[in-house]
């Protein structure tokens, strides 16, 4: 989680959403990671997620990243739950609970639906959630209008 961190204060100094995402193979190397640049991509789907799960497929050669881990600082949102799953990702650890936009637990529960074709990954919430909220809370005050902003919570039960 720290180098996803790491990647969130990065997109943060380029103007981007403070979110950093790391995918770490079976072995714990890094093989891919990413933060927010859908701004300097004009990209809307240049998450962080999305960013470090393309980044992990080139490297590996493969769309399927089984015996992976995602690992996170905000809850991922629908599109990037989606990602997860068409990865074949077996494990998600987030840090911030989204609790506008969440789909790995807080406003919907994507990835543990089991009506989906795919197997249910594990997903751990919370980890240095406080810090990764912190980072949002931060981007976002004095940056838009108040409660327009995405709701974060470091708190696990939200």
């Avoid at 809850?75 to 650890?93: F, T, Y």
């Avoid at 994507?110 to 990954?121: E, I, K, M, T, Y």
Wanted: glycine fraction near 12%.
């Amino acid at each position: 989680m720290r180098l996803a961190l790491q990647e969130a204060r990065l997109a943060a100094a380029e103007g981007e959403i403070p979110v950093g995402a790391v995918l770490l193979g079976p072995d714990g190397d890094v093989l891919g990671s990413g933060r927010n640049a859908r701004r300097a991509t004009r990209d809307p789907s240049a998450h962080a997620e999305i960013v470090a799960l393309r980044e992990a497929a080139a490297a590996l050669g493969d769309r399927i990243l089984d015996d992976c881990t995602l690992v996170v600082t905000l809850e991922p949102c629908v599109m990037c739950a989606g990602a997860v799953l068409a990865a074949r990702l077996p494990r998600l650890v987030f840090g911030a609970w989204d609790e506008k936009a969440g789909a790995a637990g807080s406003v919907y529960d994507l990835l543990r639906d089991g009506r989906l074709p795919h197997a249910v990954p594990e997903v751990i919430g919370g980890v240095l959630a406080d810090e990764s909220a912190a980072l949002l809370d931060g981007f976002f005050r004095g940056r838009r209008r108040p409660r327009s902003g995405p709701r974060i919570s470091g708190d696990p039960a939200r």
